[in-house]
């Protein structure tokens, strides 16, 4: 049994004060929230001790005759051995749990490959926002009596389960963006969550605040009636998984010696096409107010740079700001006062997480790139300047001038997070448990999933390059030329992505922090593991081969390690690279679906012994 680093948190115990901090210092530090790197969570008492037999208190064995029952109440005689303490109950026991310190739930792994500084980032943790699961119906209502002896994490403030962030940042031109990106970007999506007022969406509608599934603690006893069809257990779960081998599924194997034949390797042609996402839960309805943000912060955009961003037309934005447009409050309204609407219709009207984490991308952006406008370059002569200077960004910076270094920074970073959101407080990766994991994507970055049932890839992201269609339509009518390198590679203004944050010089031609983003509802068990990795790793390999290295690992935490080792190694190059892997509730089968590690293992090995072998690549 293997044991978490936790620090136990006593009830009605308030963190003290260090006598030499000043007051401003104590308001400084209580403005400036630190990220949550853990997750908060209810322990039985047996599983914070090595044995859980062992009986806690004092070990008197004295004869059945001398023990007298202990009368506190009109008594003078005292018990002739002290009753044994009685241990924390569930509720009582709660921890705090260093989530990059626990192995067996998730892994991360980074090597600065051949390249003389990491500009790479990551981030993991809990924030506070919200709960974005979709609802589960009535009759699917854990059994408050089930889950006796798991591991359930607590509620937020709110009253949610956690919400778990995780995200990687490759930064580019030098680290401060992607530093920024690293300390910063929660706080613009959990600020952006109480500006458009979001409300959880597991909150019933016309009843009193309570949450469905939650434990014994939770709610009258009425209120927690057991329905008929009770949740299934984590291993009547992983049962239900039906492992397949998919056509389409066969080894990967080296080219035949002797032959012209080309190695499969990584890269954007090579990737499959990412899953489709879900339609938005919707979780406020103040259309009006979240107009009006999203109409300032288009218009500062335009104001700020201009070119691309005077027809800026956002996905998640209303119509009214440019964007393709979300419901108004009049078509709230009728939906709410017409007899045959109902909770789950009145559910699907106003404003979801993607909204918010479309300004939350944006806004960070927008302040990160007008610090560096009031910024001087370090040689205005010879240093690069971004095109039109004193035209296009020529705005001094209002606020943010903090942001990053002394002087001008003109590099930028890519970035991907995954937020995962469960309708009960049973953890996302119990086998059991359902849960809502939301993705939000820019450059070149990459999330990937593995399916239980076929032990394939499924990628969440696009690489935004070029050569992507989509990208190359959106940018044709700003971006002058569109130049291949000599990899063979296209490139718009000396970058290779089109969507980045930072890069102040490129964005008069469209190189936005708009995020991709998906919606993807993970059924129980129905995937093994979350990967995020950098473009130093999904370079090298492909995504079967990055899933097929994670299936190897005994830990995410070995399975990160392995990843990362691989992309070095057999690069000639090697990049920065990042792993993040995540365990899903499908982890223990991880290795059954489909091929297995056995898809990709040969033509692996072949590509760790070429580039073990230098005089083969001459």
């Known amino acids: 049994m293997w044991k978490l680093p936790v620090r136990i948190i006593r009830a009605n115990r308030r963190p003290s004060m260090v006598p030499s901090e000043s007051p401003q210092r104590r308001r400084d530090l209580a403005n400036d929230r630190h990220f949550h790197e853990y997750f908060i969570t209810h322990l039985p008492s047996t599983s914070l001790h090595p044995d859980s037999r062992t009986n806690h208190g004092p070990h008197h064995k004295l004869p059945r005759d001398k023990s007298t029952?202990?009368?506190?109440?009109?008594?003078?005689?005292?018990?002739?051995?002290?009753?044994?303490?009685?241990?924390?109950?569930?509720?009582?026991?709660?921890?705090?749990?260093?989530?990059?310190?626990?192995?067996?739930?998730?892994?991360?792994?980074?090597?600065r490959g051949t390249r003389p500084y990491n500009e790479d980032a990551f981030q993991a943790g809990t924030i506070e926002i919200p709960a974005f699961a979709k609802r589960r119906?009535?009759?699917?209502?854990?059994?408050?009596?089930?889950?006796?002896?798991?591991?359930?994490?607590?509620?937020t403030s709110s009253g949610d389960p956690q919400v778990f962030y995780f995200g990687v940042f490759d930064g580019h031109g030098g680290?401060?963006?992607?530093?920024?990106?690293?300390?910063?970007?929660?706080?613009?999506?959990?600020?952006?969550?109480?500006?458009?007022?979001?409300?959880?969406?597991?909150?019933?509608?016309?009843?009193?605040?309570?949450?469905?599934?939650?434990?014994?603690?939770?709610?009258s006893a009425d209120e927690r009636t057991p329905q008929p069809?009770?949740?299934?257990?984590?291993?009547?779960?992983?049962?239900?998984?039906?492992?397949?081998t998919t056509a389409e599924s066969k080894p990967i194997k080296p080219p035949t010696p002797g032959t012209d034949e080309q190695a499969p390797?990584?890269?954007?042609?090579?990737?499959?096409?990412?899953?489709?996402?879900?339609?938005?839960?919707?979780?406020?309805?103040?259309?009006?107010?979240?107009?009006?943000?999203?109409?300032?912060?288009?218009?500062?955009?335009?104001?700020?740079?201009?070119?691309?961003?005077?027809?800026?037309?956002?996905?998640?934005?209303?119509?009214s700001a440019g964007g393709r447009g979300h419901p108004t409050e009049q078509d709230v309204a009728k939906k709410r006062n017409s007899p045959n609407s109902s909770i789950a219709d009145d559910a699907t009207e106003g404003i979801g997480?993607?909204?918010?984490?479309?300004?939350?991308?944006?806004?960070?952006?927008?302040?990160?790139?007008?610090?560096?406008?009031?910024?001087?370059?370090?040689?205005?002569?010879?240093?690069?300047?971004?095109?039109?200077?004193?035209?296009?960004?020529?705005?001094?910076?209002?606020?943010?001038?903090?942001?990053?270094?002394?002087?001008?920074?003109?590099?930028?970073?890519?970035?991907?997070i995954a937020l995962i959101s469960t309708p009960t407080p049973s953890p996302y990766w119990h086998p059991a448990s359902p849960s809502t994991l939301v993705t939000a994507h820019v450059g070149d970055t990459r999330i990937l999933l593995c399916s239980t049932a076929t032990g394939l890839a499924v990628p969440l992201?696009?690489?935004?390059?070029?050569?992507?269609?989509?990208?190359?339509?959106?940018?044709?009518?700003?971006?002058?030329?569109?130049?291949?390198?000599?990899?063979?590679?296209?490139?718009?203004?000396?970058?290779?992505?089109?969507?980045?944050?930072?890069?102040?010089?490129?964005?008069?031609?469209?190189?936005?922090?708009?995020?991709?983003?998906?919606?993807?509802?993970?059924?129980?068990?129905?995937y093994?593991?979350?990967v995020l990795v950098s473009d130093g790793v999904s370079g090298p390999l492909s995504d079967q081969e990055i899933v097929d290295i994670v299936k190897e690992a005994k830990t995410p935490e070995q399975a990160a390690r392995d990843v990362t080792s691989v992309a070095t190694e057999i690069s000639t190059d090697a990049d920065n690279a990042t792993t993040l892997v995540v365990r899903l509730g499908g982890w223990e089968r991880r290795s059954e679906g489909g091929l297995g590690s056995m898809g990709t293992k040969e033509l692996r090995d072949w590509r760790k012994e070429e580039a073990n072998n230098p005089r083969g690549r001459m």
């Open 528 to 530: 093994s593991f979350l």
């Open 461 to 526: 992201t696009s690489n935004h390059h070029p050569s992507l269609p989509q990208e190359a339509t959106r940018l044709r009518r700003y971006a002058a030329t569109f130049v291949t390198d000599s990899f063979g590679e296209e490139r718009v203004s000396g970058l290779a992505n089109t969507r980045a944050f930072g890069d102040m010089a490129s964005k008069r031609i469209g190189v936005s922090a708009e995020p991709e983003i998906r919606r993807i509802e993970l059924s129980p068990a129905e």
């Open 175 to 219: 680290s401060e963006c992607s530093g920024f990106l690293r300390e910063q970007l929660h706080t613009y999506v959990e600020e952006g969550a109480q500006l458009f007022e979001l409300e959880s969406s597991l909150k019933r509608k016309g009843k009193p605040e309570r949450y469905m599934g939650w434990p014994s603690s939770m709610g």
């Open 229 to 244: 069809e009770s949740e299934a257990s984590g291993k009547d779960a992983l049962d239900k998984v039906e492992t397949q």
């Open 265 to 319: 390797t990584g890269g954007a042609k090579s990737q499959a096409e990412p899953l489709g996402g879900v339609p938005s839960v919707k979780q406020s309805g103040s259309i009006r107010k979240a107009e009006e943000l999203e109409r300032c912060l288009v218009r500062d955009w335009k104001e700020l740079v201009g070119g691309y961003f005077r027809r800026f037309k956002p996905e998640y934005f209303s119509m």
């Open 137 to 155: 119906p009535m009759s699917l209502t854990r059994n408050p009596g089930s889950g006796q002896g798991e591991v359930t994490p607590a509620g």
């Open 69 to 111: 029952p202990h009368e506190p109440r009109g008594s003078n005689r005292l018990p002739a051995a002290a009753p044994p303490m009685v241990g924390l109950t569930r509720e009582m026991t709660v921890v705090r749990i260093p989530l990059k310190s626990a192995k067996h739930h998730f892994g991360v792994s980074l090597s």
């Open 353 to 416: 997480i993607e909204t918010v984490l479309t300004y939350a991308f944006l806004k960070a952006d927008y302040d990160f790139v007008s610090a560096q406008v009031g910024k001087q370059d370090e040689d205005p002569v010879r240093a690069d300047r971004a095109i039109n200077d004193d035209d296009i960004l020529g705005q001094p910076s209002r606020r943010g001038k903090q942001i990053g270094g002394a002087k001008r920074f003109k590099g930028g970073s890519t970035c991907s």
